[in-house]
């Protein structure tokens, strides 16, 4: 199985910060990473496919790079609304792994 | 508008089994593969298992393999996911999630269901 690590575990920032989540694969999977953003309670919501790609409606301060083995998830100027749970997930092959996950926390 | 909407929490003992259903609709059902994420509770995210809406092809984690059976009801556009012979670690929420697929090939979760909890306990 893919193995999944995102950096950091977790992280405060405050509204207006600028913020950089990693993802780092166990092997490579070409541009095959999105990410998710999760509320408490509340269902995962897709922000990035293949990389870098947007989901419609997902506010333009987000954006995603890379391709092999590393990934960055950005957020340009963080809103309230930010504060939340962020997973990567590779589709390069079965099982669909996930990263454990980076909580972002109000300073 | 594409919705996925899961059935009711469950209570099981263990060595029981449980079905949760996903019914799907905003869309055409064939054309597009249903995951099924599990989420334990304070934990992340764990993918379960695939099914082609269009010809029933499945896949599992190995982590399940033998316990878990995912198949779909075209008639009624509806994905259901069974697990069998439950433990207290199969604890968590279960969701249904869409299968989007883009031109690359790269393929991701574009809507999820709401979760269904399935709790075991004796």
């Known amino acids: 199985d893919i193995q999944m690590t995102q950096s950091p575990s977790s992280l405060s920032a405050s509204v207006g910060d600028r913020v950089t989540i990693t993802c780092r694969a166990s092997?490579?999977?070409?541009?095959?990473l999105n990410w998710y953003q999760q509320k408490p309670g509340k269902a995962p919501k897709l922000l990035i496919y293949a990389a870098s790609n947007f989901q419609s409606g997902v506010p333009s301060r987000f954006s995603g790079s890379g391709s092999g083995t590393d990934f960055t998830l950005t957020i340009s100027s963080l809103q309230p609304e930010d504060f939340a749970t962020y997973y990567c997930?590779?589709?390069?092959?079965?099982?669909?792994?996930f990263g454990q996950g980076t909580k972002l926390q109000i300073k | 508008q594409v919705q996925l909407v899961q059935s009711g929490a469950e209570v099981k003992k263990p060595g029981a089994s449980v079905r949760v259903s996903c019914e799907a609709s905003?869309?055409?059902?064939?054309?597009?593969?249903l995951d099924w994420v599990r989420q334990a509770p304070g934990q992340g995210l764990e993918w379960v298992g695939w099914i082609s809406a269009y010809d029933g092809k499945t896949k599992y984690t190995q982590k399940l393999q033998g316990r878990v059976t995912v198949t779909t009801d075209t008639s009624t556009s509806t994905a259901y996911m069974e697990v069998r012979s439950l433990r207290s670690d199969d604890t968590a929420v279960y969701y249904c999630?869409?299968?989007?697929?883009?031109?690359?090939?790269?393929?991701?979760?574009?809507?999820w269901g709401q979760g269904t909890l399935v709790t075991v306990s004796s």
């Open positions: 092997q490579y999977i070409d541009s095959y």
């Open positions: 997930q590779q589709s390069y092959n079965i099982p669909r792994t």
């Open positions: 905003g869309y055409s059902f064939i054309s597009y593969g």
């Open positions: 999630a869409r299968g989007g697929v883009d031109a690359s090939g790269g393929y991701y979760f574009d809507y």
